[in-house]
């Protein structure tokens, strides 16, 4: 059983770029969950997806977008890089029930200069 | 909408000691509750959660969290701790009150343990 895995794993860019940072889940989960952890706070949500579908998104702007592929895989997408976007980016995959564990990759840290 | 609450965002105790973070949460809804622990420059890892089952809940490395509804709390536990158990706890909560299911997390607890 594979966990997952986010790359890459460390990433520097600059005001105004755009990233796309990409997450693999946990073989067998159909639902992958994007966080942001700002140095020193919690992760706060960014959106949900389930089965290729958005399924909730919290309080980020639009330029935070995502996609899910068919084989569950996800991307986070951000557009117009700002410095207060550097953090660590979590991707969480589980099943999709709300008791059943959520498994985290080791996140990207991503810097914006 | 949910929240969570961590009292005290760095703990520091000898080894040995009994370990105690607390965590208070809001919820309109039963809820879900999970402990994490992440260590330097890593994801989170699981520690115990708490699904509706039996309010005690025990999780890895002897951690234990205690469900209490009348005092919205989810206190971690840990009887004796360990060097290695030097790291970042966070509390989250999960319930379908926004209609979605993902997490809800606390601001944290670094947790130092003294030789």
């Known amino acids: 059983e594979t966990g997952v895995t986010q790359s890459p794993t460390h990433l520097i860019k600059t005001r105004g770029q755009q990233v796309t940072l990409r997450c693999s889940s946990q073989s067998g989960h159909n639902t992958v969950s994007w966080y942001q952890q700002a140095l020193g706070q919690g992760p706060q949500f960014i959106f949900q997806?389930?089965?290729?579908?958005?399924?909730g998104r919290g309080n980020f702007p639009p330029r935070f977008s995502g996609l899910q592929f068919p084989n569950y895989s996800s991307e986070l997408n951000v557009n117009a890089l700002e410095l207060d976007d550097s953090a660590l980016y979590l991707c969480?995959?589980?099943?999709?029930?709300?008791?059943?564990?959520?498994?985290f990759g080791q996140g990207t840290r991503l810097t914006v200069v | 909408a949910q929240s969570v609450t961590q009292l005290g965002s760095h703990v520091s105790v000898s080894e040995g000691a009994l370990v105690l973070l607390r965590c208070n949460y809001s919820?309109?809804?039963?809820?879900?509750l999970f402990w994490y622990v992440q260590y330097p420059n890593q994801g989170l890892q699981l520690l115990l959660k708490?699904?509706?089952?039996?309010?005690l809940v025990k999780g890895i490395n002897d951690f234990e969290a205690e469900f209490k509804k009348s005092e919205t709390s989810f206190h971690l536990t840990k009887p004796s701790a360990h060097m290695s158990d030097a790291a970042e706890y966070f509390c989250?909560?999960?319930?379908?009150?926004?209609?979605?299911?993902?997490?809800?997390f606390g601001s944290g607890t670094r947790l130092q343990v003294q030789p």
């Open positions: 969480a995959s589980s099943l999709g029930d709300m008791n059943t564990e959520a498994f």
């Open positions: 989250a909560v999960t319930g379908e009150d926004t209609g979605r299911r993902a997490l809800t």
């Open positions: 919820s309109s809804v039963p809820p879900y």
């Open positions: 997806y389930y089965r290729e579908e958005e399924n």
């Open positions: 708490y699904t509706s089952a039996a309010t």
